[in-house]
């Protein structure tokens, strides 16, 4: 039993299935046959009893109601009605009180010893099955012994039909419940074969390559398989993303690095004594610093990957008029007016989202104006969402730059731009939390002119 264990333990999950199905097909038709053949064999062997008895009992009848004057030729003549109350294959034996044959009608069975009185017994006379009984009778005058043969040859070969059936019958049936069995756990085993594989692809070479893996079914192994896509394509869009913050934050923190180190070696040098020197290369230090620690907190801010919250919702307009009150303490010449439709229902976001949302396009709009900047943001209700318009009289993007503004780190005036001291990313932070809130946004720009920010944001039900 326990070589048996050890021997399925090590095996394919197809083999223990097949293995496992037809040993409890077999067994469970084993016991079946079992049970039928004895109830069978009980039955019919009983039926044959009741033959032999039934043939011995007419016998005697017949002989004793024939009266004291049956003679010994009477019953010779008589031979022929004796026959047809026995069955066919039976041999009757008439036998005188000391044992000695009298008659015997159908020869087919030598003598039986004549003991046990009237009982049934099974015995083997010239290599075959019979059953015998004899039966005390009263011939006329004399006294004498019945004996009654009835082969069971019959009853043999029926059980032995029925027993060669059932073999035929039951290595068929274990050969289909093999082959079903096989076929069950090949096409059960398939999905499980192609999960090893896949994960097999991630241990080798990582999240390089798309994760999908393909199943219908809806049941357990369906949505083990798409709890696994899912997984994969979560821990996919992390690693991603921990990639692309490392790239993006070896290639762009090299540049303040190098400036604030050009900075401190010059002072180092000679700045030292040199008011000058030392008081811009302070200055241009902590700027980079500044915006150092700024392009930092954006990259994590991207690589962040939060959960959405199904239960947010944000006052729109009370969130939108406390980043205009934020912007006008920061930047008090900046002009920014405010119209809305009578009723602005809640929206479907975080009120923090909302917030940095609005404020990365309010402070672009404030930073790319080279004029006295007026921002102009109107809200109203559509259908099913709010939409944000938030028009700026700044200097505009080209055409051909609009598709890139919202890819990281894209400045459409680099060296300008740095200047300014924007870090590429606003608007890729922008971008992300939108399609977090499932909102959207299209920009129209005309250069020299102004730029149209248009948002729309789900209504929260
Ligand atoms: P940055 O931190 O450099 O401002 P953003 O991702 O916020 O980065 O913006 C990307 C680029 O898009 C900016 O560098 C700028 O060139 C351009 N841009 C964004 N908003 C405006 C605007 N309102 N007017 C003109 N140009 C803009």
């Given at each position: 039993m326990k070589k048996l264990r050890d021997y399925l333990v090590n095996q394919s999950l197809q083999k223990k299935w097949m293995l496992t199905s037809s040993a409890v097909i077999f067994f469970s038709y084993t016991i079946i046959c079992i049970v039928v053949y004895i109830s069978l064999h009980t039955w019919l062997l009983n039926d044959e009893a009741s033959q032999i008895k039934r043939a011995s009992d007419d016998l005697v009848y017949f002989f004793e109601s024939q009266?004291?004057?049956?003679t010994i030729q009477e019953i010779h003549q008589n031979k022929g009605l004796l026959d047809s109350i026995k069955d066919r294959d039976q041999t009757v034996k008439l036998f005188n009180v000391d044992g000695e044959k009298i008659l015997s009608i159908n020869e087919n069975s030598q003598v039986a010893p004549?003991?046990?009185?009237?009982e049934i017994m099974e015995m083997t006379i010239d290599k075959k099955n019979v059953f015998v009984i004899n039966q005390r009778i009263q011939l006329g005058f004399i006294q004498g012994y019945i004996q009654v043969i009835h082969p069971l040859s019959k009853f043999e070969s029926l059980m032995h039909y029925l027993l060669t059936t059932m073999l035929i019958a039951g290595i068929g049936a274990l050969l289909l419940s093999a082959s079903i069995g096989y076929y069950l756990a090949n096409y059960l085993t398939k999905p499980l074969h192609a999960l090893r594989a896949s994960m097999k692809t991630v241990m080798d070479k990582g999240f390089n390559e798309p994760i999908q893996l393909s199943y219908t079914s809806h049941d357990e192994i369906g949505d083990l398989l798409k709890m696994y896509n899912a997984m994969m394509n979560e821990l996919q869009i992390s690693f991603t993303k921990q990639q692309q913050f490392v790239a993006d934050a070896s290639h762009e923190l090299r540049t303040p690095i190098q400036a604030i180190e050009g900075h401190l070696s010059l002072l180092k040098r000679w700045g030292k004594d040199d008011p000058e020197i030392l008081e811009e290369s302070i200055e241009t230090s902590l700027t980079e610093i500044a915006r150092m620690r700024k392009m930092i907190e954006e990259l994590l801010e991207l690589a962040r990957r939060e959960e959405k919250d199904i239960t947010s919702e944000a006052d729109a307009v009370a969130v939108i008029e406390a980043v205009i009150e934020e912007t006008r303490l920061l930047h008090p010449d900046a002009r920014i007016l405010l119209s809305k439709d009578e009723e602005i229902g809640r929206l479907f976001i975080t009120e923090n989202a909302l917030s940095q949302i609005v404020r990365n396009i309010i402070e672009n709009a404030i930073r790319y104006c080279e004029k006295i900047p007026e921002i102009q943001i109107s809200l109203s209700v559509l259908e099913k969402e709010v939409s944000v318009k938030i028009e700026d009289n700044g200097i505009g993007i080209a055409e051909e730059n609009i598709p890139y503004i919202?890819?990281?780190?894209?400045?459409?005036?680099e060296a300008r731009n740095r200047q300014i001291g924007g870090t590429g990313l606003g608007l890729s932070i922008t971008k992300m939390l939108l399609e977090k809130y499932n909102s959207s946004v299209e920009v129209k720009s005309v250069k020299n002119v102004g730029t149209v920010f248009l948002l729309k944001f789900p209504l929260k039900y």
């Open positions: 009266g004291p004057g049956l004549i003991t046990s009185l009237g919202f890819d990281r780190f894209y400045r459409v005036d």
